[in-house]
C-alpha cells in the first residue's frame, strides 16, 4: 500500500468526522501555543536581562570591602577600611589585562541649587570610570587629572538631578551647586541612562573627582570600591584572578586566609541572570509541555472512541484486503496528521500570543526558530506515541467479529 | 465441467469457548465451478456462517484443504489472506457496511485503494464502471444516507465486483430488504452470473434459493443436502407477480 492512499484514507476519515477532528486538535493547538509563547516570554525576558546588564559594561569588574574578623568581631563590609588608593596602583602595575581601572568614594546627601533640592548619591572616581562604567557625557566635560590632584570642587550631573534642580531650559555647565554645603561648579552633563534591570534610577548621581570627596565631604583615606575593565569580554575571569592575586599580596593575606575583599565581575553577574531566566524558562516551558500531554492524550482517548466507533469499517476494510499493517498506518497517520495540523495551527497561534502579550503587557518576547522546531517534532512525536496504542488494537481486531460489530 | 474455483476437502473448524471445545465444521467437501450460482443454507448455529468465513479467507480452517482458484489458502496468514481477499474475492454482507459520509464512487473505490500496482485515474474508470454495472451511474455522488436499501446494497455490489474477482460471497445479502428489493437485488446477481461471475450466496430463505442453481444445506456442522435446482426461477419474472406498492427502486 502507498504512503499517498494512505494520506488520502486518513484525510477521508478526518474529513468525515470534522467536529471531532477539530475538538481533538483543539487540545495540541493550546498546548503548543502555550509552549510557544511561554518560551518566547522567557527568553525576551532573559535576553532583555543580558541588554540591560552588558548596557553597564560587560568587561566591568568591581571589587568591594569584605567582610572579616577584628579582634573577635564580624564586621559589615561598609564599615571596612581595607581598600586603598595604593590598592589601586597595584593593580595597574600588576594586572596586564585590566586596561583601565578607577576608585570609587560615595556618600549621600542634598544637593541645592538656587530654591531647589534634591537628594542624590555623589560618586568620587577618576576620569576613566565614564568609560568603564559606559557613562557618556551629554554636555560639557570630564574633569581632569589635574583637578583630581587638586581636589577640585567640580562635577558633573546625571540626568535625574539636572531635572530636579534646574529649570527645563536651564543650561547648567557652568553653574555652581552645592552638596553637603560645599560648593561644586557644574562642568557637565551625563547622558540619560534609564533604570537599570533592577529598577534603579542610573541618572541620580552626581561625580566628582576621588579626592574631593575623599577630602573635602568625608575626610577619609579608603576606598568605598575599586571599578576596573578588562582588556576584553573573554579576559574577563582571567583579570579578575589577577585582582585577586594582586589584592591578597597588597594585604599581605597569607594562604588559607579568607579574603578581606570581594572581587565581581560582570561577565558572573550576567551568567547568573542568565541561569535564573533559564530556570524561568524551564519553568513555564514545563507548565506549557504539561498542556501539550494532556493535549496528547486526548488524542489518544479520541483515537480508542474512534477505534471502537469505527469497528465495523475497520471489518470491511480488512474483508477487502487491507493487511493489519494498513489499518495500523492508518490510524497512526491520523493521529499524526491532527497533532501536526494541530501543532503548525499552534505555533501560528502561539507566535499571534506572544505578540500580542508584547505589545498589550510590555513585555519583552522574542519567538525561537529552535521552539517552533521543537514542538514540530514534540507534535510529530506525540501523534505517534498517543496514537500507536488505539492504532494497534486496530489493526488486531478480528475481520469476522469487527465486520458483525453493533 | 468448468474449471474449479472452489476445493475443499475435509475441511474441520473448531472454537474453544472456555473449556468446551466447539466444532463448527466437521469434515466439510465441497467443490464449486466456475460460473455457479450455489446458494448456502441452514439454521443458525449449522455452520454456514464459519464455511463463508473459511471461504471468504477472513478464517483459516482448523484442519483440511481449501484450494481457492488452485490455490491452497488453508495456511496462509494474515497478510496473504488479506491480499487473496483483495485480488480474488468480493463480499457483499446483509447490513451493506457502507461507510458512511462517503459517496458511492469513494464506496466502491475502497478494495482498490488497497491495491497499490493501480493508478488513481484506474482506479475512478473501475468504480465508475461497477456502478454503472449495478445500475447507479447516477447516484456515484450520492451518499448512503441519501440511498434507499436497495440503492445501497446494490452499492455494495459495485464494491465487490470492481476488483474484477474471482468469486462473489454474499451474506444474506437480501436480509435486511423487502422482498421486492430483495428479488431485484436477486435479478442482480442474476445477471453479473450470466455474465460469468461465480456466485456463493448465503441465506436461509428457500425463496431466495430458488434464484441459485445449486443450494447446499448444513446442519450442525456437516452438509445435509446438496440438489441442483431442477428450474431456476428468472428474478425479473418473478418480480412480476408481485404487486407494485412503490415504484422508486425498479430496475
Given amino acids: 500500500m502507498n504512503y499517498i492512499n494512505l494520506m488520502r484514507i486518513a484525510i477521508r476519515a478526518l474529513k468525515r468526522n470534522k467536529t471531532r477532528t477539530f475538538l481533538t486538535m483543539l487540545g495540541i493547538l493550546i498546548g503548543v501555543a502555550s509552549v510557544i509563547a511561554m518560551l518566547a516570554i522567557g527568553q525576551g525576558s532573559k535576553a532583555s536581562i543580558q541588554t540591560q546588564l552588558s548596557s553597564m559594561g560587560t568587561n566591568m569588574i568591581f571589587v568591594m570591602p569584605g567582610s572579616m574578623f577584628r579582634g573577635g568581631v564580624q564586621m559589615g563590609p561598609s564599615n571596612m577600611q581595607s581598600l586603598k588608593m595604593t590598592d589601586l596602583e597595584a593593580i595597574e602595575k600588576n594586572c596586564p589585562d585590566v586596561t583601565m581601572v578607577s576608585p570609587e568614594v560615595r556618600t549621600s546627601g542634598q544637593s541645592i541649587y538656587s530654591n531647589k533640592n534634591w537628594p542624590t548619591t555623589i560618586y568620587g572616581v577618576t576620569p576613566q570610570y565614564l568609560d568603564i562604567r559606559k557613562i557618556t557625557i551629554e554636555t560639557g566635560r570630564i574633569f581632569t587629572e589635574r583637578e583630581v590632584k587638586n581636589s577640585a570642587k567640580v562635577c558633573l550631573i546625571g540626568k535625574t538631578v539636572k531635572d530636579n534642580l534646574f529649570a527645563n531650559n536651564q543650561d547648567p555647565v557652568g553653574t555652581v551647586i552645592r552638596f553637603k554645603n560645599i560648593p561644586f561648579k557644574v562642568i557637565g552633563v551625563l547622558a540619560e541612562k534609564g533604570q537599570s534591570g533592577f529598577g534603579q534610577d542610573q541618572d541620580d548621581l552626581i561625580v566628582a573627582p576621588y579626592t574631593t570627596v575623599q577630602k573635602r565631604i568625608l575626610a577619609i583615606t579608603w576606598l568605598n570600591a575599586i571599578y576596573a575593565s578588562a582588556a576584553s569580554e573573554e579576559l574577563g575571569s582571567k583579570a579578575q584572578t589577577e585582582i585577586e592575586q594582586t589584592l591578597r599580596e597588597q594585604h599581605k593575606i597569607k594562604a588559607g586566609e579568607e579574603d578581606d575583599f570581594t572581587v565581581r565581575s560582570q561577565t558572573e553577574l550576567v551568567n547568573t541572570f542568565s541561569s535564573v531566566s533559564n530556570v524561568l524558562t524551564a519553568l513555564l516551558g514545563a507548565i506549557a509541555g504539561i498542556s501539550l500531554l494532556v493535549g496528547g492524550i486526548g488524542i489518544m482517548n479520541i483515537m480508542f472512541v474512534s477505534v471502537t466507533e469505527r469497528t465495523r469499517e475497520i471489518g470491511l476494510r480488512m474483508s477487502v484486503g487491507a493487511r493489519s499493517r494498513d489499518i495500523m498506518m492508518q490510524f497512526l497517520v491520523e493521529s499524526v496528521l491532527i497533532s501536526i495540523i494541530g501543532g503548525i495551527i499552534g505555533i501560528i497561534f502561539g507566535m499571534g500570543a506572544s505578540a500580542l502579550i508584547s505589545s498589550i503587557m510590555g513585555w519583552p518576547v522574542m519567538v525561537m526558530p529552535q521552539s517552533v522546531v521543537l514542538s514540530f517534532v514534540v507534535c510529530t512525536f506525540i501523534g505517534v506515541f498517543f496514537g500507536w496504542y488505539p492504532a494497534r488494537k486496530a489493526a488486531e481486531l478480528d475481520p469476522i467479529e469487527a465486520i458483525r460489530y453493533e | ?251
Fill in chain 2, 1 to 251: 465441467m468448468g474449471k474449479k474455483i472452489i476445493e475443499v476437502k475435509q475441511v474441520r473448524k473448531d472454537y474453544h469457548v472456555g473449556e468446551v471445545v466447539v466444532h463448527a465444521l466437521r469434515g466439510i467437501n465441497l467443490e464449486i465451478e466456475e460460473g455457479e450460482f450455489v446458494a448456502i443454507m441452514g439454521a443458525s448455529g449449522s455452520g454456514k456462517s464459519t464455511m463463508l468465513n473459511i471461504l471468504g479467507c477472513l478464517d483459516t480452517p482448523t484442519s483440511g484443504e481449501y484450494y481457492l482458484d488452485g490455490t491452497s489458502v488453508a495456511s496462509m496468514n494474515r497478510n496473504q489472506l488479506a491480499g487473496i481477499r483483495n485480488r480474488k474475492l468480493g463480499f457483499v454482507f446483509q447490513a451493506y457496511n457502507l461507510l458512511p459520509r462517503t459517496t458511492a464512487l469513494e464506496n466502491v473505490e475502497l478494495p482498490l485503494m488497497y491495491n497499490a500496482s493501480l493508478h488513481s485515474k484506474d482506479r475512478k474508470k473501475m468504480a465508475i464502471a461497477a456502478l454503472e454495472a449495478v445500475g447507479l451511474a447516477d447516484r456515484m455522488d450520492h451518499m448512503p444516507s441519501q440511498l434507499s436499501g436497495g440503492q445501497q446494497q446494490r452499492v455494495a455490489i459495485a464494491r465487490a465486483l470492481v476488483n474484477n474477482p474471482i468469486l462473489i460471497l454474499a451474506d444474506e445479502a437480501t436480509g435486511n430488504l423487502d422482498t421486492r428489493t430483495s428479488f431485484e437485488i436477486m435479478a442482480l446477481f442474476q445477471d453479473l452470473n450470466r455474465q460469468g461471475k461465480t456466485i456463493v450466496f448465503v441465506t436461509h430463505e428457500p425463496d431466495i434459493a430458488n434464484f441459485t442453481s445449486r443450494r447446499i444445506v448444513f446442519r450442525d456442522g456437516l452438509i445435509r443436502s446438496e440438489e441442483r435446482t431442477a428450474s431456476v426461477v428468472d428474478a425479473r419474472e418473478a418480480l412480476k407477480t408481485i404487486p407494485v406498492l412503490n415504484n422508486h427502486d425498479a430496475l
